[in-house]
């Protein structure tokens, strides 16, 4: 397979890769809970993001890549805001962040 073949098949799969992970990426949610003497809110969302690794090795690894790997980052960020008795309010914000890594 010779170079711009190769190159144009790398391009569109990166295409499609791109476009399903921001398809993918955002997941907002909203919770409200209410009683007699309370209300508490959560707010957040949930992100992924896949990426693989294709092009020069030096490259990849100054941008925190590796090539031909595939990662699945995730992330998910909450507030949360509580009332009670009317008188009391809690906020709290909480961010978590892992990544899988996929090796052949």
Do not use: H, P
Not at 8 to 19: D, H
Not at 21 to 45: H, I, R
Not at 53 to 75: K, P, V
């Amino acid at each position: 397979m010779d170079y711009k073949r190769r190159r144009t098949i790398t391009g569109k799969i990166s295409f499609i890769l791109i476009a399903i992970a921001l398809l993918l990426s955002f997941a907002a949610f909203s919770v409200t809970e209410q009683g007699e003497n309370f209300k508490l809110t959560l707010t957040g969302s949930k992100t992924w993001t896949l990426s693989y690794g294709i092009g020069d090795a030096s490259g990849l690894a100054r941008a925190g890549a590796s090539s031909y790997q595939l990662s699945l980052d995730q992330s998910l960020a909450v507030d949360i805001v509580g009332e009670a008795l009317s008188v009391l309010t809690i906020e709290l914000t909480s961010t978590t962040k892992s990544r899988q890594v996929c090796r052949r």
